[in-house]
């Protein structure tokens, strides 16, 4: 998952030098530019937050396509955006459920059992 998150962080970091260049909307170029360097720098990382951070690039770039969009960007970049959200949701998919392969069912039902999660604004109280 690592290998994929850096490809299409390069992806995404070429698609928006290639915005800058073309100078057709920087507004979409400098978000797209920070979510490929946040992708590339967590998967040379290795942290154990990979699937977060696939889940939360591919909504932010879904959120980045519907503006594209909405404002009349021109269409090889609003559909790029769209096709690396896409491509940034099944990511985030292949190890989330066993469709893919890559997770057995076994997996995925002790994750489940795992308990609550702990917040770090919730307050335990020790009596």
């Not at 559909?79 to 292949?94: S, T």
């Not at 392969?101 to 335990?124: I, N, Y």
């Amino acid at each position: 998952m690592d290998g994929g998150l850096a490809i299409f962080g390069f992806g995404l970091f070429l698609l928006s030098i290639a915005n800058l260049f073309a100078r057709t909307s920087y507004w979409l170029a400098w978000p797209l530019l920070v979510i490929s360097m946040l992708t590339m720098g967590m998967a040379f990382s290795e942290s154990k937050r990979l699937r977060e951070v696939s889940l939360g690039a591919s909504a932010a770039l879904a959120v980045l396509g519907i503006i594209a969009w909405a404002t009349g960007t021109v269409w090889w970049l609003t559909l790029a955006v769209f096709l690396f959200a896409a491509a940034f949701g099944v990511l985030w998919a292949e190890f989330r459920y066993a469709y893919f392969g890559h997770v057995t069912q076994e997996e995925l039902s002790q994750r489940a059992k795992r308990g609550p999660v702990h917040w770090p604004w919730q307050r335990r109280r020790v009596h």
